[in-house]
């Protein structure tokens, strides 16, 4: 196994982002998800936006985001405080298991997780960054670690699989999200994040039956892919 350079995650707020987060995905629907239905069942004071323009529903929500930062200060930052000491005891088990695995060099970025108000969790590869939102059901060490392995899945893809980027991108993010998941659950993990933490989109779960015989019986992590990519290319679907 390559001797491996591993990032440094740091956690922080982005009040800006929240603010764009909120309302991009007020109307996002993904593969079985309404993340605008999501946002209100968590923010119903937000329900009135629905009756703006684009241009005063950022207003509105630019304006909430403010005011929930300011009365949720300090469990906010309490909960960036908790992200990072949870973090920083698992995070060696993490690199290590994730290495077992991929067996290939993180790529290189400021790697920064940032607590968030909405339930939507993006992460943008291009900066290294994803957001995770602050009271997840499944607990912040699933989501981070969930985003984490996005980072390196997306290059490990790009320097052996040259020939995937000819593949639609709405299939190989079905198969990011599912290959997480299987990911996730397997015994590398098992012993510091909680089993079961790779939850899937609902109308991923069908392709994600289909692939996991093949996880099971691929003997390392680039058979599994070179198999499902010529699998994935064949399968009908749209998300």
């Known amino acids: 196994m390559a001797k491996q350079n591993f990032p440094k995650l740091r956690f922080c707020l982005n009040k800006t982002l929240d603010k764009k ?7 996002h629907k993904r593969a079985g998800i309404d993340f605008g239905s999501r946002i209100l069942s968590l923010h119903p004071q937000l329900a009135k936006a629905k009756n703006f323009s684009y241009k005063q529903r950022q207003l509105i929500i630019d304006k909430y985001v403010d005011e929930y930062y300011r009365y949720k200060k300090k469990q906010l930052n309490s909960a960036i405080q908790k992200a990072e000491n949870q973090w920083q005891k698992i995070e060696k088990q993490f690199f290590l298991a994730v290495s077992m695995i991929f067996n290939h060099p993180w790529p290189k970025g400021n790697y920064i997780g940032f607590l968030s108000i909405f339930d939507c969790n993006p992460r943008f590869l291009e900066t290294k960054t994803f957001q995770f939102f602050w009271q997840h059901h499944r607990g912040y ?10 980072f390196l899945f997306y290059d490990y893809l790009e320097k052996h699989f040259p020939q995937s980027k000819k593949i639609p991108k709405q299939k190989i993010w079905a198969l990011s999200e599912i290959t997480n998941c299987f990911i996730l659950n397997s015994h590398f993990f098992k012993n510091f994040i909680s089993q079961n933490s790779g939850s899937l989109y609902p109308d991923l779960k069908e392709l994600a039956n289909k692939l996991l015989p093949i996880w099971k019986t691929s003997k390392n992590f680039k058979i599994f892919l ?4 010529e699998l994935i290319q064949k399968v009908d679907f749209s998300y």
């Open 226 to 229: 070179s198999s499902i990519l």
């Open 21 to 27: 987060i909120g309302f991009v995905f007020w109307e």
């Open 141 to 150: 060490l699933a989501v981070i670690s969930h985003e984490m392995i996005h």
